[in-house]
């Protein structure tokens, strides 16, 4: 697999390199690192996200370089990277005509095996764990850009090692990735100690909202439009929100009620293990995975409340 990667990009000429929307930092550190790796050779590489570069990992070497329009020409290779599904690769993508052929690296679970080839391996810690491998075993050394760019994807998809996809390998890459003389706090700093003051004011009215079930096993918090408007928030800004009525001990399942139209609500549950809350959010036309999952719901806050915990009341 990876012998047959290493001689597409030996004996092609011309790359593009593309990833999820919404691109989080194994989306985007893994892709930076595999563009960096590929112009090092003296390839013409392209990066294009449907989507634009966070701020939050505008710090990575050539994250200046990814465009939201894909260049009208031809590509011999198109890397897609820890997508999930091909569409969500974004429409440019999936309507361009003039791509030689899709390479699939991914570690999700499930995925489309839509490329010529598809490297999945569901045992990586991050789709940045792939192209280190790819690079390892062509021979090539990771240099220090490509390392910053590899650890950020890894401490991103493991929680900072927390999640028990933080397997050996992972820890072993990392030391290796350290070991090029990458500084750790300052990567940690960017991605942790740098967020916008309007975060942190947003979050403080979201926490007065807390409620915690009578057994003390499910706990909510809730975010209204008001709320964005008191702060100068965005609703990008909730992102992580709802781990924190989960943090709390002997908490299973956290619910976080956001407002996104008067009227109606965005529900997202996340669970420490024990409940499976696809099933939840499947109760309310959602779903997703077995410890994160979303459902939308309209009426007042007051009845989705009391619809939510019901349910909370009879599956937990
Ligand atoms: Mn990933």
Excluded at 16 to 40: C, F, M, Q, W
Excluded at 147 to 156: E, M
Excluded at 206 to 225: F, N, Q, R
Excluded at 285 to 296: D, E, I, K, P, R
Aim: aromatic share 10%; net charge negative.
């Amino acid at each position: 697999m990876i012998e047959g990667i290493i001689e597409e990009i030996r004996t092609n000429g011309s790359f593009l390199i593309t990833t999820h929307e919404n691109p989080d930092g194994d989306a985007v550190g893994s892709s930076l690192a595999l563009a960096g790796y590929l112009k090092r050779l003296g390839k013409d590489v392209t990066i294009h996200f449907c989507d634009p570069v966070p701020d939050l990992y505008t710090f990575l070497p050539l994250a200046g370089d990814v465009q939201q329009v894909l260049p009208d020409r031809d590509y011999d290779v198109c890397f897609v990277l820890d997508v999930g599904e091909f569409r969500r690769a974004g429409k440019q993508i999936a309507d361009c005509r003039r791509i030689g052929k899709f390479i699939n690296l991914d570690h999700h679970l499930t995925t489309d095996y839509f490329g010529a080839i598809n490297y999945i391996d569901s045992k990586a810690a991050a789709s940045g764990i792939l192209v280190y491998r790819i690079i390892k075993a062509a021979g090539d050394v990771i240099d220090y850009e490509a390392a910053l760019c590899l650890y950020t994807a890894i401490i991103t998809d493991t929680g900072s090692f927390r999640y028990s996809n933080a397997n050996p390998e992972a820890f072993a890459v990392s030391g290796e990735l350290v070991a090029t003389g990458i500084n750790t706090w300052t990567i940690a700093e960017k991605l942790y100690e740098s967020q916008p003051r309007q975060r942190l004011e947003l979050l403080t009215l979201a926490l007065s909202t807390m409620t915690i079930s009578p057994k003390g096993d499910y706990a909510s918090i809730t975010v209204t439009l008001d709320m964005y408007e008191k702060t100068g928030a965005s609703a990008e800004l909730t992102d992580g929100f709802v781990n924190y009525p989960r943090s709390i001990r002997g908490i299973e399942v956290s619910v976080f009620f956001r407002e996104i139209n008067p009227g109606l609500f965005k529900v997202g549950f996340r669970s420490k293990g024990k409940v499976d809350v696809s099933g939840l959010a499947a109760a309310f036309g959602g779903g997703g995975h077995h410890n994160a999952a979303g459902c939308t719901m309209s009426g007042s806050l007051e009845e989705i409340r009391h619809k939510v915990f019901a349910h909370l009341e009879t599956s937990l």
